[in-house]
């Protein structure tokens, strides 16, 4: 076994040589193999190693050439550079004049730019780069106009202060399951009704108790004869025994009885273990850790198989063709080598045939350039909301209808105009957009806006009587009670959802239910079973690009079409004129129809299978005659319908 494992693991060496050398000795050093002493010295080696090195430093170009957006990388920490657009002997493109006038312009439209932005969404932080700024409250400041008086002031804040206790309340009020929230962790707080000072309760409190004691005790007996999945959950402390293993229990068998139903039971349970083995091969197998095992068909006394070889050469060559497919197939999927290959490219080699002349190569590459510059001005044409891309982060610009320079298209009052035009419009769709849809939240920037409801405000007109809002409000819950038993009517899969102390029975299978016969129970049965079939066959017949599916894992199947004695789909497919009479309609002119020889045989199976349908369903027979001219227009059936439910042939 040791010799085994150690032949496996350089099979695996040699066949992956990419996977990293694994040793479980921290002291193993190692060395490379073509790097010895006393390795031959190659003369082609520093020529291989120049041209390697030509490579790396070509294809290093190659790829800052495709990718400017790169960023510079040097492994030399001590290396700087200086910009190409601000050394000193850069040409001049702009007066310093100008210069400090585009940095003055754009700096202007940055700070005009932020204050757009915090005029648009004031719920943005003011955001300062100053750590030692301060501010004060615009609102609160000495130098404030006062618009209020400070009676009125105090009344507000009194009048809000009470309205977020009432809020505070009502929520309370409303969700009494929330728990009570207390900022100070050194409160602390006593039973409002076991108090020493509580009025003294009737005689009834103790009664009341043990009903609640009594309920509680029903509930969790409910809950175990309900849920049994659910843990036993007792004191840590609590201890036990088993009822059954005491010694004052009644012996209810004999030692052997016990030794006998011990034995069964583990036979039980290795033959479940066997039949899982066996209906489920892929289920991986679970051994003890200790266990250890050899390959039966490896093992030294195996007998010599001759053809052993000749099957391996076969599947390896039937591996190698399943490669050449998928590859010829699919041609996206990279190519896959081993680490160490290295190549070229064919069509660049030095001995490659010349295929077109030197100035046909450059007007090639300049057409393609310009087309690719077209299409790119294509692009930009037809997507103007596309951002604009530029890979030099030095790169400025301005609005060219902004511009000093620009052309005047209006006047100041028709910009003026165009702009009270475009905020009513933008004014009156947000007036369109809250009437149709009302049920969108209102959105406001001030946090500390309030409101109340207009509808239940003191000063509110009263819409109706109390007893017109109580009937209203006992319509309303019948309604939803109706729609309810409508909804549970339509849609009998949803689950039930009821009180978690509810439980219930099983109708069906209650003691006093009205035990059926057992003959008709398995009449009943086999009928389902074989409409089921019937289901299964019609579904594959209207669906044949479902896949078939088996239990059997170890089911294997051929193509009926492809099988050796197949006839060819010259003699299976074709066309065929329609009958104008019965005359040459004969049994010879039915060739193509012989793979529908099925139909003749299910015939008999149909009518029975329908009989035994139509007495196991309650209700009328449908009459079999012929509809009318307008009924008869108004159906639609399908060949698996007419098959399955008419007596009517489909073929003749």
Not at 191 to 213: H, K, Q
Not at 508 to 532: H, K, Q, Y
Request: glycine share 2%.
């Amino acid at each position: 076994m040791a010799e085994a494992r150690a032949l496996k693991e350089l099979a695996i060496a040699y066949k992956h040589p990419e996977v990293p050398v694994v040793t479980t000795d921290p002291t193993a050093t190692a060395r490379c193999y073509f790097g010895r002493p006393s390795a031959p010295n190659s003369e082609e080696e520093g020529e291989r190693q120049l041209i390697l090195e030509e490579a790396r430093a070509l294809k290093k170009v190659a790829v800052d050439y495709k990718h400017p957006e790169l960023p510079v990388t040097t492994t030399d920490p001590t290396a700087c550079g200086r910009n190409y657009f601000d050394r000193p002997s850069a040409i001049v493109e702009e007066d310093w004049e100008e210069a400090e006038e585009r940095a003055r312009v754009l700096a202007d439209a940055k700070a005009l730019k932020g204050f757009a932005v915090d005029y648009m969404h004031p719920e943005r932080p003011v955001t300062t780069t100053d750590p030692t700024a301060c501010g004060r409250n615009y609102f609160n400041r000495p130098s404030a106009v006062v618009e209020e008086e400070w009676e009125e002031a105090e009344e507000r804040a009194r009048i809000l202060a009470e309205a977020k206790s009432l809020k505070k309340l009502a929520v309370d009020y409303m969700h009494p399951e929330r728990p009570v929230v207390v900022e100070d962790p050194t409160v602390f707080g006593r039973n409002y009704f076991t108090r020493p000072s509580a009025v003294e309760m009737e005689e009834d409190s103790e009664e009341l108790g043990r009903i609640l004691a009594d309920a509680r005790a029903l509930k969790k007996n409910a809950v175990d004869y309900m849920h049994p999945e659910l843990p036993v959950s007792v004191d840590p402390t609590a201890c036990g025994r088993n009822y059954f293993d005491r010694p004052s229990a009644v012996s209810e068998q004999e030692w052997e009885e016990a030794e006998e139903r011990a034995r069964i039971l583990a036979e039980a349970k290795s033959l479940k273990k066997l039949a899982v083995d066996y209906m489920h091969p892929e289920l991986p197998v679970s051994t003890d850790a200790t266990a250890f095992g050899r390959n039966y068909f490896s093992r030294p006394s195996a007998p010599i198989n001759e053809e052993s070889d000749e099957r391996s050469r076969i599947l390896e060559e039937a591996r190698a063709l399943k490669k050449l497919a998928t590859d010829y197939l699919h041609p996206e999927l990279p190519v896959a080598t081993d680490a160490m290959a290295t190549a070229r490219c064919y069509f660049d080699r030095p001995s490659a045939v010349t295929e077109e002349e030197w100035e046909e190569a450059e007007e090639r590459a300049r057409i393609i350039e310009e087309a690719k510059s077209l299409k790119k001005l294509a692009v930009d044409y037809l997507h103007p909301e596309l951002p604009v891309v530029t890979t030099d982060p030095t790169a400025t610009a301005r609005c060219y209808f902004d511009r000093p320079s620009a052309v005047t298209e209006e006047e100041w009052e028709e910009a003026e105009e165009r702009a009270r035009i475009i905020e009513e419009a933008k004014s009156l769709k947000k007036l369109a957009v809250d009437y149709l849809h009302p049920e969108l939240p209102v959105v406001t920037t001030d946090p500390t806006a309030t409101a109340r409801c207009y509808y239940d405000r003191p000063s509110a007109v009263t819409g109706e009587e109390w007893e017109e809002a109580e009937e209203r409000a006992r319509v309303l819950a019948d309604a939803k009670v109706l729609k309810k038993l409508a909804v549970d009517y339509l849609h009998p899969e949803l689950p039930v959802a009821t009180e978690p102390t509810a439980f219930a029975r099983n109708y069906f299978g209650r003691p006093s239910a009205v035990v059926s016969d057992p003959e008709e129970e398995a009449e009943r049965e086999s009928i389902l079973a074989e409409a089921r079939v019937l289901k299964k066959q019609a579904v594959a017949f209207m669906h044949p690009e479902f896949p078939v599916t088996t239990d059997d894992p170890a089911a294997c199947g051929r193509n009926y079409f492809d099988r050796p004695s197949a006839r060819g789909h010259d003699h299976m497919i074709h066309t065929f004129p329609v009958h104008e009479d019965d005359e040459h309609h004969d049994e010879h002119h039915h060739e193509h129809l012989d793979h529908f020889g099925m139909d003749e045989e299910m015939d008999t199976r149909y009518d029975d299978i329908r009989q035994q349908l139509d007495a196991a369903v309650p209700g009328n027979k449908p009459n079999k005659g012929h509809a009318s001219g307008s009924e008869e227009g108004n159906l639609s059936r399908s060949p698996s319908s007419v098959m399955l439910l008419n007596d009517e042939p489909i073929y003749d």
